[in-house]
């Protein structure tokens, strides 16, 4: 199942992709269900079979909804760096022997067709495809082998950051460099775990103005999504919608020589393979 979350008279809703292409609300088709996705998240499994139901009975919205991201409101977004090999060798260091997290506020949020504010501050802002997955049902040291129950599904995502304050302020300011307003697009859908199968063979894109910068798959992964999800966590309780950006490949505008940077007017794609594709354009701050 496809579903979004979007923007009506009342605040955010969640939808379902109907077979006939349409979004059905899926309170209104079914009003024993919640209206948010961290509520129908929060259900677990039951739930999203519940809404699959919803939908396949509902009717579609006439008019297209504004669209935002799958989980507009996480409460946590986790990431991952430096998590292909290659990308890893492209940036001079040596693939870490654990998994490296750190994170955005749930400020940096935005949704497919949103604008990428590219900020006064920096002058090396850059762009990273990654696939995103969303949690479903919470939990505390989760061991691998059951982080699948806990998995919802799966996005496309940007990393978008700012490789100054990344990389040259004082002490690596990554939270920072990571976090500025709209520095975490994700979506436009979140498809469910069930209609994904395998995600740890997707091909993974990006397209800077139409052209080609990142290609490759997510098996290519040091640290796989049962992994990734069991470390972190070992630290801090998950909560449904929690999201976690797992890594960029190879490719990344500042390892291009000359590097490529971002700039007001640039449009930027991430395709992943049965997800879909997630736009933004930049404009300047
Ligand atoms: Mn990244």
Not at 3 to 28: H, T
Request: charged share 20%.
């Amino acid at each position: 199942m496809k579903l979004i979350s979007y923007l009506s008279e009342n605040g955010q809703r969640v939808a379902g992709r109907g077979s006939d292409g349409g979004y059905v609300d899926i309170q209104s088709a079914d009003s024993s269900l919640p209206s948010t996705m961290r509520e129908l998240l929060a259900l677990g499994p039951e739930g999203l079979n519940r809404a699959a139901v919803a939908v396949g009975k509902g009717r579609p919205m006439a008019a297209t909804p504004r669209i935002l991201a799958p989980v507009p409101d996480p409460q946590k977004v986790i990431c991952v760096g430096l998590n292909y090999a290659d990308h890893a060798k492209e940036s001079g260091v040596q693939p870490p022997e654990e998994p490296v997290f750190f994170c955005k506020f749930p400020t940096a949020v935005c949704a497919h067709e949103d604008n990428i504010v590219l900020p006064k501050v920096s002058a090396q802002i850059d762009y990273e495809a990654e696939l995103v997955v969303v949690i479903g049902r919470g939990g505390k040291n989760i061991p691998k082998q059951k982080v699948v129950e806990h998995v919802a599904g799966y996005c496309p995502g940007h990393d978008v950051s700012a490789r100054d304050w990344q990389l040259n302020k004082p002490g690596k300011q990554w939270l920072l460099g990571k976090t500025f307003d709209t520095f975490a697009p994700f979506g436009p859908e979140l498809t469910t775990a069930d209609e994904v199968g395998d995600p740890s063979d997707l091909r993974i894109q990006l397209r800077l103005n139409g052209t080609t910068m990142q290609d490759s798959r997510t098996n290519q992964l040091i640290f796989k999504i049962d992994e990734l999800v069991a470390y972190v966590s070992q630290v801090c309780t998950l909560v449904p919608g929690d999201v976690i950006f797992t890594g960029t490949p190879p490719g990344v505008g500042m390892a291009r020589k000359p590097p490529v940077l971002l700039k007001p007017g640039d449009s930027v794609e991430v395709e992943i393979e049965k997800l879909g594709t997630l736009r933004n354009k930049c404009v300047g701050e």
